[in-house]
């Protein structure tokens, strides 16, 4: 992977061959309902494409125009890409759960000449965020009021004759925008290259395939959001790559490990709420104590981590990742000892979420791992996390001041996270610069670490440290799922204030004076996507949070107790 290679096949340049070389071979299934699932080969998933491209030309759009995706994962989202890539266009992909006003943001901001409309939950309260006389095309899979107004995939692929030839696009082409999380302030369009794409899909097959092995086939199940370069990158671009990764999609929330099971998956990616969730969901079944007494049994440990695993769905699993979010080192620890490999990975929209990743002899709980195969990194004097490699962006859309802000001036990319780094390269990330916040004692609290210290708790699923200008720090927790329906019971209470009282007190003797709590408050309602505290990407939304409870912090302070409710 070297910068700029001008020998090096690019990712459609890739897909062309596998069209010819693997026509017949299963790529994509999709779920349809009632437990029903079409099974797309390479050949059927590039005549969709092909016929979408021509329809896109057609229309005369110029070349590098924008076209935008709003919708859940679905086979139709990688036939989009391919299409709108053949057609000479940029995609421009849309979280499924964003607001109108952010995708009328998203649409208005990226100049987007056309919207693909497709599996969505809300689409009626997102509709007005579409402006009126947008053209607007219908995945089979859209709601009904979608594929009743717009024309619909199916009628424009049946009466329009395929895209000839191989279409080819340059390096310094763009092949999409990315528009950040936002989990301050307004959305930023990461700019990202066929060059960058490429190096960073490269990078994770070639990767991928080396933790799984060689003869192993490769399954994968696509639920994480497609409009976020983790999943873009590690599923989507990474199979377009690659060739032999046969992709599954989940069909909804309440079918998740029907879906698992269904793909039996060889590879899974996921990100810490997910991870934690299927641990307490285990462990509501089984107490700690129990599953950990049998684990520790010679014989008997394997076979009941294995059937804990079924269970998941996730028994045919040989490297897990993780993303987005720091684990909690006892996280990982815990799925180890089920027999499940879960390694942490790191990386960011604007480095295609190439950078870091644990595997093998480097996957010390609590570090994210070395650099991935070409990435450069180095820390600034402040502690900063600095990346340059091939799947770094070209910047921001429409922002050159921000764009030559975020580079240093030999061209690495600046983070804004805080790290450690030992001498084989492993990476420690500390927190981020911004999420940095002074008490009233005069110094910085750096909240991610002490948070990970809460999350290891089984009955907490999140948690937000938090204190700008307070007489001392503070966290908010949101308790685990099964204890949610319950926690206005006083006998329940009573536990949890006696449990995370306790817990308090530990976390407290392993920070520093002037980081230490001094109460831990138990949030009213969980936070979610939503309701605006999470992000697409299920990182908390500190600013939201902070400002939805600012008017009862004083009131917090000024009770007793070392747990509190909201």
Same mark, same amino acid.
């Given at each position: 992977m070297t910068d700029k290679d001008p020998n090096r096949k690019l990712i459609l340049d890739l897909v062309y061959e596998h069209e010819i070389q693997r026509a017949h071979q299963v790529y994509l299934t999709q779920p349809i309902g009632g437990g029903q699932v079409i099974d797309y080969t390479w050949a059927q998933?590039?005549?969709?494409?092909?016929?979408?491209?021509?329809?896109?030309?057609?229309? *005369?759009?110029?070349?590098?125009?924008?076209?935008?995706?709003?919708?859940?994962?679905?086979?139709? !989202? !990688?036939?989009?890409?391919?299409?709108?890539?053949?057609?000479?266009?940029?995609?421009?992909?849309?979280?499924?759960?964003?607001?109108?006003?952010?995708?009328?943001?998203?649409?208005?901001?990226?100049?987007?000449?056309?919207?693909?409309? *497709?599996?969505?939950?809300?689409?009626?309260?997102?509709?007005?965020?579409?402006?009126?006389?947008?053209?607007?095309?219908?995945?089979?899979?859209?709601?009904?009021?979608?594929?009743?107004?717009?024309?619909?995939?199916?009628?424009?692929?049946?009466?329009?004759?395929?895209?000839?030839?191989?279409?080819?696009?340059s390096g310094d082409e763009l092949a999409m925008l990315i528009y950040t999380s936002g989990s301050t302030g307004t959305p930023k369009g990461v700019m990202q290259s066929f060059d960058a794409v490429t190096a960073a899909a490269t990078g994770f097959a070639t990767f991928t395939r080396k933790q799984i092995g060689a003869g192993t086939e490769g399954?994968?199940?696509?639920?994480?959001?497609?409009?976020?370069?983790?999943?873009?990158?590690?599923?989507?671009?990474?199979?377009?790559?690659?060739?032999?990764?046969?992709?599954?999609?989940?069909?909804?929330?309440?079918?998740?490990?029907?879906?698992?099971?269904?793909?039996?998956?060889?590879?899974?990616?996921?990100?810490?709420?997910?991870?934690?969730?299927?641990?307490?969901?285990?462990?509501?079944k089984m107490p700690a104590k129990k599953l950990d007494r049998l684990l520790s049994l010679p014989i008997i440990g394997g076979i009941v981590g294995k059937k804990v695993r079924k269970g998941l769905g996730l028994d045919h699993v040989i490297y897990a990742a993780s993303g987005s979010a720091p684990l909690t080192p006892e996280l990982i620890r815990w799925y180890r000892r089920i027999g499940l490999r879960l390694y942490e990975g790191y990386g960011m929209t604007e480095?295609?979420?190439?950078?870091?990743?644990?595997?093998?002899?480097?996957?010390?709980? *609590?570090?994210?791992?070395?650099?991935?195969?070409?990435?450069?990194?180095?820390?600034?004097?402040?502690?900063?996390?600095?990346?340059?490699?091939?799947?770094?962006?070209s910047g921001y859309f429409k922002q050159p001041e921000l764009t030559k802000e975020s580079f240093t001036e030999d061209g690495f990319f600046r983070t804004g996270d805080l790290g450690e780094r030992k001498p084989n390269g492993m990476l420690k990330i500390t927190g981020r610069a911004k999420e940095l916040f002074k008490t009233a004692k005069g110094k910085y609290v750096a909240p991610a670490p002490i948070e990970n210290l809460l999350n290891a708790h089984p009955m907490i699923e999140m948690s937000?440290?938090? *204190?700008?200008?307070?007489?001392?720090?503070?966290?908010?927790?949101?308790?685990?799922?099964?204890?949610?329906?319950?926690?206005?019971?006083?006998?329940?209470?009573?536990?949890?204030?006696?449990?995370?009282?306790?817990?308090?007190?530990?976390?407290?003797?392993?920070?520093?004076?002037?980081?230490?709590?001094?109460?831990v408050v138990v949030a009213h309602e969980a936070w979610s996507i939503e309701n605006g505290m999470l992000t697409p990407t299920m990182k908390i939304r500190r600013a939201r949070i902070e400002k939805a409870v600012g008017g009862q912090v004083e009131r917090w302070f000024g009770a007793r107790g070392a747990v509190i409710w909201a």
């Open positions: 998933v590039m005549d969709q494409a092909r016929r979408m491209a021509a329809h896109l030309q057609s229309r *005369g759009l110029p070349r590098g125009s924008r076209v935008a995706i709003l919708s859940k994962n679905c086979a139709h !989202f !990688f036939m989009t890409d391919l299409a709108i890539w053949m057609a000479g266009y940029t995609t421009v992909a849309i979280f499924p759960a964003e607001t109108a006003e952010t995708i009328r943001y998203v649409l208005e901001h990226s100049e987007a000449s056309l919207l693909f409309v *497709g599996k969505l939950d809300t689409w009626e309260h997102q509709k007005p965020g579409v402006p009126q006389g947008m053209p607007c095309i219908a995945y089979p899979l859209a709601p009904e009021s979608a594929l009743k107004e717009y024309e619909t995939w199916d009628a424009i692929a049946a009466r329009t004759q395929p895209l000839s030839g191989k279409p080819a696009r399954r994968v199940l696509s639920y994480l959001p497609l409009a976020h370069t983790f999943e873009r990158s590690c599923v989507e671009m990474s199979s377009m790559v690659s060739g032999d990764l046969h992709v599954f999609f989940a069909e909804a929330l309440e079918t998740f490990v029907q879906d698992l099971q269904r793909a039996r998956p060889t590879l899974f990616i996921s990100v810490p709420r997910l991870y934690t969730k299927f641990q307490q969901g285990v462990l509501a480095d295609n979420s190439y950078s870091h990743a644990s595997w093998g002899e480097f996957s010390e709980p *609590g570090y994210v791992g070395p650099p991935m195969v070409g990435v450069q990194v180095r820390l600034s004097e402040d502690g900063e996390v600095l990346i340059k490699s091939p799947a770094t962006c937000m440290v938090s *204190g700008v200008g307070q007489p001392s720090a503070y966290a908010i927790v949101v308790l685990a799922e099964n204890l949610r329906p319950r926690q206005n019971d006083p006998a329940l209470r009573a536990e949890v204030e006696s449990s995370l009282g306790a817990l308090l007190k530990t976390v407290n003797a392993e920070v520093a004076d002037y980081e230490q709590l001094r109460m």
